[in-house]
Nanobody, 126 residues
């Protein structure tokens, strides 16, 4: 799966952003999808994930209640709606695909995902 993330930008604390990730390839519908982020000097961390059919989602504790992941299998796309943004959300955000996920599984470890997008920068000012 080839992935292209977009939608990042510079916003103020409390604002919202919607990230999009377009996918090409026939395996998108069979892939669990995840969003990760990496801040300078920090390891890449799991943000949110969604199962193959969209029936299940998982979130990092730090974003629960503020971020929402969704997917549109007809459009080969996955989205991350980010509300009430905080300065600590500043990072490069990556979408990723796990082509070998079983139906309901939502992995949260980076090494589980085979395909990665190029990343989109999100900067939240205080």
């Amino acid at each position: 799966v080839q992935l292209q993330a977009s939608g990042g930008g510079l916003v103020q604390a409390g604002d919202s952003l919607r990230l999009s990730c377009g996918a090409s390839g026939r395996t998108f519908k069979r892939s669990a999808m995840g969003w990760f982020r990496q801040a300078p000097g920090k390891e890449r961390e799991f943000v949110a994930g969604i199962s193959r059919n969209g029936g299940g989602t998982k979130y990092a504790d730090s974003v629960k209640g503020r971020f929402t992941i969704s997917r549109d299998n007809d459009k080969n796309a996955v989205y991350l709606q980010m509300n009430s943004l905080k300065p600590e959300d500043t990072a490069v955000y990556y979408c990723a695909a796990d082509r070998n996920a079983i139906l309901s599984n939502i992995p949260d470890l980076p090494h589980t995902y085979e395909d990665w997008g190029q990343g989109t920068q999100v900067t939240v000012s205080s």
